[in-house]
Nanobody
Framework: QVQLVESGGGLVQAGGSLRLSCAASGRTFSFYAMGWFRQAPGKERMFVAGISWSGGSTSYADSVKGRFTISRDNAKKTMYLDMNSLKPEDTAVYYC?????????????????WGQGTQVTVSS
């Protein structure tokens, strides 16, 4: 079992930056691939970025490539999402997720555990 808690959301102006963190509990954090998803009002939850168990493999949605960076620190049981050059269309609730697999997952259905989410609002 894994419990996930996101932090770091907030209000930022367009062009600004934020760093999201996802703290995990449980002894086997390093055996889980992790991911970030986001959900805007009235829309489906969408994949943002994913990272393999070791951090050696990452994947990004086209809309965030070159602006967002996913990383993890297995010793601290924490995953991060560094978001730069933020745009109003990045406004959403951001969720971290874990899957019982070593490989990056790209789909909502591939993840087994979810955090409660953290709000990111980008003003124009």
């Amino acid at each position: 079992q894994v419990q996930l808690v996101e932090s770091g959301g907030g209000l930022v102006q367009a062009g600004g930056s934020l760093r999201l963190s996802c703290a995990a509990s449980g002894r086997t954090f390093s055996f889980y691939a992790m991911g970030w998803f986001r959900q805007a009002p009235g829309k489906e939850r969408m994949f943002v970025a994913g990272i393999s168990w070791s951090g050696g493999s990452t994947s990004y949605a086209d809309s965030v490539k070159g602006r967002f960076t996913i990383s993890r620190d297995n010793a601290k049981k924490t995953m991060y999402l560094d978001m730069n050059s933020l745009k109003p269309e990045d406004t959403a609730v951001y969720y971290c997720a874990a899957r019982r697999d070593l490989r990056v997952g790209l789909r909502f259905s591939e993840y087994d555990y979810w955090g409660q989410g953290t709000q990111v609002t980008v003003s124009s």
